[in-house]
């Protein structure tokens, strides 16, 4: 089984930061893209932004030159900083990988964190 542990959300002031962290664990031969998505009530999942395992990024246009993703392959683990954030930021966000398992590739999303930017 593969686990995917997420941390770092929570309450901050519109202008404010946040850094997301997703740890992944359990039965791994090689992950590939690792990415973030998020939802927004009565919106459907959007994606935020993905990282191959070399770095190369894809980030949706919303959160260009705000958001950076980055990801530590030593530890498994993906990161979303989030700078300069908007009400319109709100929603739960889920973090998502690609594990490569030998024989197959199978996706694998967290359970979510909560980002609530208001003042």
């Known amino acids: 089984q593969v686990q995917l542990v997420e941390s770092g959300g929570g309450l901050v002031q519109p202008g404010g930061s946040l850094r997301l962290s997703c740890a992944v664990s359990g039965s791994i031969f090689h992950i590939l893209v690792m990415g973030w998505y998020r939802q927004a009530p009565g919106k459907q999942r959007e994606l935020v932004a993905t990282?191959?395992?070399?770095?190369?990024?894809n980030s949706a246009d919303s959160v260009k030159g705000r958001f950076t993703i980055s990801r530590e392959n030593a530890k498994n683990t993906v990161y979303l900083q989030m700078n300069s954030l908007k009400p319109e930021d709100t929603a739960v966000y889920y973090c998502?990988?690609?594990?490569?398992?030998?024989?197959?590739?199978?996706?694998?999303w967290g359970q979510g964190t909560q980002v609530t930017v208001s003042s």
């Open positions: 990282i191959t395992p070399v770095g190369s990024t």
């Open positions: 998502n990988a690609v594990v490569s398992h030998i024989s197959t590739n199978l996706r694998y």
